[in-house]
């Protein structure tokens, strides 16, 4: 039997809680309707896709600044969202930032995310700028292209989740389907002790932009920046990178022990294209014998591949990657399913995290990833082995700081590291 003492405090309870849950309902209609305000700094390619999947990842997502060193690769992503997107395109000429301070004014701007798609050696000074303001992030990888860069990222992940924000990172193949299916088997035992890891990431010469005559030399080299060390971190860290992240995902972002590389430039004349190498072969040491390989090239008229192989004891994983998925041996597994866009489910997880309150950060891994690109290139250039602790504690700055840059600055140190005559620093 309930009192009437009981029934006042059962009855106040039943008010409090139904007050809360009032509270949560009105709080996550609020979230589900509130516009989230983009900004993109880099108007490149990359950036392009990259504004128009955030846009397609949420029907209130709106693209607020834009920012870029260039003004016609701004005026031109600015047309195509309008012409696509209407009025989600809320950018005014106070909100089109242009220069190499872009960045900066746009970071400070009233925008809520922020898809960082610059040349990388921008990077990780305007990750840790949109961190302190308090902005999640679209990342693209890789986060750094030499050691200090990757230590100031570092400090800047560690503030992001001290501050609970997103950090969605640009190593794509963590967002398809398949191979996140092929990843868990393989962690649950799918092939047995893992021995042995190949990767391939072979293909052609990437695009060069033709010098105009108006062009400064820093202009030149800003328009093809991926053929130059000091913007791309060479073509290991800058593209094949995708291929040492999926070896370190299937070691559970394992470190290795000792790095030895080689590498260097065939195909492409000495004089032109920059000073990066075409290809890279690197092998990383775990320890226990374990070994996992890279091979990389940049090189037309070659068969190109694009592969992961794993060997283990009860069994062997093949990936052609965005083509086929299979696991043979005592647990064979195919996938069979259509495969998604994974750069479109990049932004549709991260703008759903962000939309539930839900902290997603890809910031360790993105570290770690990095940090295997880097090291590979270093013993490349050098033609040493390298341990962890040396190359950890890496002083060199492939290029000058971000806020150095000026239209009138000297880009003249185009030098092609040669093993055995490259320092460590």
Known sequence: MINRRDFIRNGSLLVGATAVAGDLLAQRHENEVKKIKVGLVGCGGRGTGAIFQALDADPQVYVTALADIFEDNLANTLAALKGKYGDRIDVSEK???????????????????????????????????AIREGKHVFCEKPVAIDIPGLHEVEAAIKLAKEKKLCVVSGFCFRYSFPNRTLITRLHEGAVGDIKSISTFRHGGELSYKERQPNWSDLEEQLRNWYYYQRYSGDMIVEQTIHSLDYMSWILNNELPEKVTATGGRQSRPWNKFGNVYDHFTVEYAYGNGFRGFHFGRQQNGTTPRNTVEVMGTKGYANVALNSSYEILGEQPWKNKDRLNNMYQTQHDELFKAIREGVVLNDGDFMVKSTLLAIW??????????????????????????????????????????????????
Request: hydrophobic share 35%; aromatic share 10%.
């Open 95 to 129: 909100t089109s930032f242009i220069g190499f301070d872009a960045y900066e004014r746009l970071i400070k701007s009233d925008v809520d995310v922020v898809l960082l798609c610059t040349p990388p050696n921008f990077r990780p000074p305007q990750l840790s700028m």
């Open 376 to 425: 590979g290139r270093l013993s490349a250039y050098s033609g040493k082995s390298i341990g962890y602790d040396e190359v950890i504690n890496s002083k060199e700055r492939l290029g000058p700081s971000i806020e150095d840059y000026h239209w009138d600055m000297k880009v003249d140190d185009l030098t092609i590291a040669r093993p055995g005559v490259y320092k460590l620093s």
